[in-house]
Nanobody, 120 residues
Framework: VQLQASGGGLVQAGGSLRLSCSASGRTFSSYTMGWFRQAPGKEREFVSYISWTGYSIDYADSVKGRFTISRDNAKNTVYLQMNSLKPEDTAVYYC??????????????WGQGTLVTVSS
């Protein structure tokens, strides 16, 4: 599967952005999708995931209550709605996929990143 992330940009603190990740292929509904981010000088970290069934969703503690992940299987797309953005959310955001994993997933497919910059 090929993944294409988009939707990044520059936003003021307190603002919102919605990231999208489009996947190629006809089996998107079989993929568990995740979002990760990497800030300058830091390691990549988990942000959120939604399982292939849609039943399992999780968020990093740092984004709980502010970010919402969702998927539209008809559009082969996963979204990350980011509200109440903070300067510390500034990072390159990556989407990732793995096949039929419900939790504790290892991701095998990665998209290119999209840059989110939050100004104070």
């Amino acid at each position: 599967v090929q993944l294409q992330a988009s939707g990044g940009g520059l936003v003021q603190a307190g603002g919102s952005l919605r990231l999208s990740c489009s996947a190629s292929g006809r089996t998107f509904s079989s993929y568990t999708m995740g979002w990760f981010r990497q800030a300058p000088g830091k390691e990549r970290e988990f942000v959120s995931y939604i399982s292939w069934t849609g039943y399992s969703i999780d968020y990093a503690d740092s984004v709980k209550g502010r970010f919402t992940i969702s998927r539209d299987n008809a559009k082969n797309t996963v979204y990350l709605q980011m509200n109440s953005l903070k300067p510390e959310d500034t990072a390159v955001y990556y989407c990732a996929a793995t096949v039929r994993c419900e939790n504790f997933c290892e991701y095998h497919y990665w998209g290119q990143g999209t840059l989110v910059t939050v100004s104070s």
